[in-house]
């Protein structure tokens, strides 16, 4: 398999160390283990309100504290982990699917699957993504599902991009034309042969992707458009910390500071990434 | 001669790009479940009201001639009839474009100021401390959820220390500056890490650029190099970022309007869609995707113009 | 061609640490230039030219550690190797530099006079007005074409030979005395190559400016140089008067340079390439460094490293069987 490499020495003196790929493996792994082990590892019931003990300041039963509801903050953020999680990873999943196979098609076969593609881009591009997706939203009743088909509807572009491009490049090198003139079909060698080193920038970007849609999707529900109370979820609760602001602290930093540390993880995924496969990314 | 050719030109394949925008939001709004009419005057609307909105809009004919309807409506300035505010929706959002612009435009002229300074710090000290700083920085504010950020700016600088307001736009162009600079701050605290990073890494590979050799050997001192050379050719390649930065940004204006309670078009945007103001969602979503298309085409003007090798 | 000596560096080491280790790239380089000269610096990719050259203009990258010293004289006067502050008083001043790809060493986004005219507006002091008429004269005696109009020429508008021109221009807006040429017609035509060669040979003859030719090249060498350095692995392996190093060579990499030199080979000789490669940095051989590669090899070679001893006169080389090869080649002529 050829990987596509850019001019090595000038992205190895750019990069960051190579530790901090472990380390953005570490954090994305330990959240993940958080919110497959959700129902054991948090110590209280997401929804367990304890009217006795409402805006507590962190203390020893209750490491982050407690809501205005009396549910504890810490517990809440572990079980919010597993709708944070899905949000990067389904909202991913999707527009890299129709995205791939869309950009396959345009960059392979070029003609008008491709103007059209290109004029799609164009107009997509010039359309405020987060704009879109709360019209998008809108009009499709707010929600989790909500969000994943706005996000799916508009976020291909990008990976069709990605992938389109590569193939463009891709379909004019050496051992493409030796695959043809050995006789193989063209979707064998769309598939087989270029697909494996086309797909590489876009796999790279799917991370910082990940972290958009992390954003994107808490910032929906902060805004009351995506997941519904009573669901755990760090965007939701920061909404509904900020009647308290002034007098309990602890219900706005802390899902704050899970979402920085999972975008985190993420982004330093994405450039340790893109450094190991020495591909260029942006 | 060819550039300003350009220039007038570019408007021309927007076009398309227009009608791209004006269809898209066209068949949002179509989607919404329930008899158009309805949907877009109300539940309390008059038997008059409603056959008035069928003539102006067409919309017991055919999607197609709908469109059209649309179209010609736009094209006069014709954005329909608030519900809510019961107005004209052209007006209503009149009212609320400039608490917006300013808000764009203030966080814009924070972050390039400082990733101007933050990108030529790390470049100066490049593999050392404030070098790894920057970065370390800059990938964190990455992941930081603009709304989390206004957020604790509120706690901290509104309420616990009390120097801003938390809220509203004020009154005046000074009082607008008080009222919305932890709204732009918020704003620049988004936006400044790509654009540090990006910067920085254009910075270091020009200074390793032939032409910057040759201009040492000229025996220039180092603070003219770093100007006239690196710096300009490092801002023109980050020249394009800023430009989908900023169309990013005007889509964050909305979490921070909501936040601070900003009076713009994005807050107006959120509560129209819970008071199913759907017409005036419409407008707003159309007015935000031009203000996206008019500041990529100062971009481009901007590259041309600056960039002699930009041949057209 | 006067006697007195304009540039003088004697012991040139450079140091550098890589990641294979410390290295020294330049290994006790010493050089003599004479007012007026043209001297030839001969080598192959990574003999240590260029970087000798950056090196004693204090041009070496930035982000590199790196350690040069040597005993550095320019026109009679001392200057401390060490201090960026001295080296950058003599660039463009006292020694300037031309590079090998105009293209990729002229800044794309400023007008053509403004880099001519750079060093006069920031050191000198000039206006603009006076900068630019400067950099129009120095247009028009590096011989490029209507320069008032060419002057607001960007760079990606002209031509190879034309943004050499420039380059050249550049280089001598602050009146040096030396001019280092590295390798400035490799990236060219062959009739532009002429062209630049025959300018630099005229700059020579109007103002007295000695040039040191970088090259890989020995037919512009016997076309234009008065005298002769080869480097091999850092270090200088021959040197002499043009006509001693290329006519009677004495040292067996020079040689084998003028047999793989097509244009230079003499009639019935046969054109052979040399074998091998340049031995890496941080695992030198014990020695002398070329005996790996050498035709003349013999046994004793590998115990001592030769220092650069007389052939005959001026003519030096650093090799154990130096005259012996030069005899040789006596005989045959």
Not at chain 1, 220 to 244: C, D, H, K
Not at chain 2, 260 to 279: E, N
Request: charged share 15%; glycine share 8%.
């Amino acid at each position: 398999m050829i990987i596509a490499k850019t001019m090595g020495g000038v992205r190895r003196r750019l990069a960051l160390p190579y530790w901090t790929l472990y380390f953005g493996i570490g954090i994305v792994i330990v959240w993940t283990a958080l919110a497959v082990f959700a129902p054991i590892v948090a110590p209280y019931s997401p929804d367990n309100q304890i009217l006795t003990a409402t805006l507590q300041a962190p203390n020893s039963l209750h490491w982050l504290g407690t809501d205005n509801f009396g549910r504890d903050v810490l517990s809440r953020i572990i079980w919010g982990t597993r709708v944070d999680l899905l949000m990067g990873g389904l909202g991913v999943l999707f527009p890299f699917i129709i995205g791939t196979i869309i950009g396959t098609l345009a960059g392979y076969y070029g003609g008008w699957v491709d103007r059209i593609l290109m004029r799609l881009l164009d107009i997509t591009m010039s359309f405020p993504f987060f704009v879109l997706i709360i019209a998008i939203v809108a009009v499709l009743g707010a929600g989790l599902v909500s969000f994943f088909i706005a996000v799916a509807l508009v976020g291909w572009v990008s990976y069709a991009r990605l992938v389109r491009s590569q193939f463009l490049v891709l379909k004019k090198a050496d051992f493409v034309t030796a695959a043809r003139s050995l006789g193989f079909s063209n979707m064998r060698i769309m598939l087989r042969h270029i697909l494996p080193n086309a797909i590489l920038p876009a796999i790279v970007f799917s991370m910082s992707d990940a972290v958009i849609d992390i954003l994107l999707g808490s910032s929906l529900s902060y805004l009351g458009l995506g997941v519904r109370p009573p669901t755990p979820e760090w965007g939701l609760m920061i909404a509904e910390s900020q009647n308290f602001m002034g007098s309990a602290w602890w219900m706005s930093l802390f899902p704050g500071l899970a979402i920085v540390i999972l975008a985190l993880g993420f982004s330093l995924l994405a450039d340790g990434v893109a450094q190991r496969l020495g591909v260029a990314v942006e | 001669m060819g550039r300003f050719k350009f220039v007038l030109l570019r408007p021309i394949e927007l076009i398309p790009v227009l009608l791209g925008i004006s269809a898209i939001t066209f068949i949002l709004v179509h989607m919404l479940p329930g008899d158009p009419a309805h949907v877009l005057l109300g539940p309390r609307a008059t038997a008059r009201a409603i056959a008035a909105i069928k003539s102006e809009y067409g919309l017991d004919k055919p999607i197609f001639v709908q469109y059209f309807y649309f179209l010609a409506n736009l094209l006069h300035g014709h954005l329909g009839r608030s519900v809510v505010y019961k107005a004209p929706v052209f007006q209503v959002i009149a009212g609320h474009v400039v608490p917006t612009v300013f808000l764009v435009v203030y966080g814009v002229l924070i972050s390039i100021a400082a990733s101007i300074v933050l990108a030529i710090m790390a470049a100066l000290s490049e593999g050392r401390i404030i070098d790894h700083t920057v970065r370390v920085l800059s990938t964190v504010g990455l992941g930081l959820p603009a709304f989390w950020i206004g957020v604790v700016f509120m706690m901290l600088f509104g309420i616990d220390l009390g120097w801003f307001p938390v809220s509203g736009f004020g009154e005046g162009f000074w009082g607008h500056v008080h009222y919305l600079f932890l709204p732009a701050l918020t704003i620049a605290f988004a936006m400044t890490p790509i654009l540090t990073r990006n910067l920085r890494a254009s910075l270091l590979q020009e200074t390793k650029a032939d032409y910057v050799l040759a201009a040492r050997s000229k025996g220039l001192s180092p603070r003219v190099v770093w100007i006239t050379h690196i710096l300009r050719n490092s801002l023109l390649a980050t020249v394009n970022l800023l430009g989908v930065t900023v169309s990013w940004l005007i889509g964050g204006t909305v979490v921070v309007e909501m936040v601070f309670s900003v009076p713009g078009l994005g807050h107006l945007m959120v509560s129209s869609i819970f008071s199913r103001d759907y017409l005036v969602v419409e407008a707003v979503t159309m007015i935000l995707a031009l203000g996206i298309v008019g500041t990529n085409f100062l971009v481009d003007i901007a590259t041309a113009l600056l960039d002699p090798r930009v041949n057209l | 061609m006067s006697t007195d000596k304009l540039l003088s560096v004697h012991n040139l080491c450079v140091e550098l640490s890589t990641a294979q280790g410390r290295i020294r790239p330049v290994d006790d380089v010493s050089i003599d230039l004479r007012r007026g000269e043209v001297m030839g610096l001969v080598g192959e990719s990574g003999s240590g030219k260029s970087l000798t050259c950056r090196a004693l203009m204090g041009l070496l990258p930035g982000n590199v550690t790196s350690n040069v010293t040597a005993a550095l004289e320019v026109d009679g006067e001392h200057i401390d190797i060490s201090s960026t502050k001295a080296l950058r008083r003599i660039r463009g001043r006292e020694i300037a530099m031309i590079f090998q790809n105009p293209s990729s060493y002229l800044d794309p986004l400023m007008p053509v006079w403004r880099q001519i005219a750079e060093p006069l507006l920031s050191r000198e002091g000039l206006g603009r007005g006076e900068a630019r008429a400067q950099a129009v004269a120095l247009m028009r005696k590096v011989g490029i074409p209507d320069p008032p109009n060419n002057a607001r020429a960007y760079p990606h508008q002209l031509s190879g030979g034309m943004k050499q021109r420039v380059m050249i221009a550049a280089a001598l807006a602050c009146k040096p005395k030396v001019l280092i040429a590295d390798e400035p017609t490799t990236a060219l035509d062959v009739t532009v190559q002429m062209q630049i060669l025959r300018l630099l040979l005229d700059l020579r003859k109007e103002s007295g400016l000695s040039i040191i030719l970088v090259t890989h090249d020995l037919a512009v060498v016997s076309m234009v140089c008065d005298s002769v350095n080869v480097m091999y692995c850092g270090r200088i392996v021959e040197h002499g008067e043009r006509n001693d190093v290329l006519g009677t060579p004495a040292h067996p990499y020079t040689k084998a340079l003028l047999s793989s030199e097509p244009s230079l080979l003499g009639e019935g000789e046969e054109l052979k390439a040399i074998s091998g490669q340049l031995p890496p940095l941080n695992k030198l051989p014990s020695g002398c460094r070329y005996r790996s590669r050498c035709e003349f090899v013999l046994e004793r070679c590998a115990d001592q490293d030769p220092e650069l001893r007389a052939v005959h006169g001026a003519h030096l080389a650093a090799c154990l069987r130096c005259e012996e090869l030069a005899g040789r080649n006596e005989a045959l002529a």
